[in-house]
């Protein structure tokens, strides 16, 4: 069997990007990073990849409505064969165009347990000030299907960590990330060697 070739979508840093990164350096690894591509000409996601030497692609969304730069998107992704999409800090909220081009095929990550803490404006520090507001005794990660709405696609995997009373933003953001930079890959590793989601 082929190498699963995998697309990223990245707006920020990239942090779970460089996870993935290192683990298609192991010997066995069954998938490939096929491209890397962001809405932010400058993202740190794309400095990743290329310190990685793997293709990195910025789509200029400018003049562009949701559709027609989500039709963009697909025709990067179809040029380099991706058959698996992951989305890494992509703060873009992605059309029915697009998911229905790669339907039960696009991934993200999100720092809560969802259905806590998520939906429309949840996301990067907020997330963590909430659940330290709401006094949460756990948190942790989301590892989700992406559909046409917002952070309700199908649930694959969810980790948790404590929160401690002496937690703040950004160490609970720091635990939650340690688990989305271990679970990230293995769950990508899962799906390349099963080809699907489904136990």
Request: hydrophobic share 40%; with cysteine; net charge negative.
């Amino acid at each position: 069997m082929n190498k699963l070739k995998v697309g990223i979508l990245a707006s920020t840093r990239g942090t779970n990007l460089q996870a993935l990164i290192d683990d298609i350096k192991i010997d066995d690894s069954k998938y490939e990073i096929a491209c890397v591509i962001s809405d932010v000409y400058d993202a740190g996601a794309l400095e990743k990849a290329r310190d990685a030497k793997l293709p990195s692609v910025f789509v200029d969304p400018t003049s562009k409505t949701r559709e027609e730069y989500d039709t963009k998107l697909v025709s990067v992704l179809d040029r380099y064969e991706v058959e698996l999409v992951c989305l890494i800090g992509f703060m873009r909220i992605l059309s029915p165009v697009f998911v229905r081009s790669f339907e039960n095929r696009i991934m993200n990550v999100h720092p809560s347990l969802i259905p806590a803490f998520c939906g429309a404006g949840y996301h990067g520090d907020k997330v963590h000030e909430d659940v330290l507001a709401d006094g949460c005794k756990v948190s942790g990660m989301t590892i989700h299907l992406v559909d046409e709405g917002v952070d309700t696609g199908e649930i694959i995997c969810q980790k948790t960590c404590e929160v401690s009373k002496r937690d703040t933003v950004s160490t609970l953001k720091a635990k939650v990330q340690q688990l989305e930079k271990e679970w990230y890959p293995k769950i990508v590793r899962q799906y390349a060697n099963k080809r699907t989601f489904l136990e």
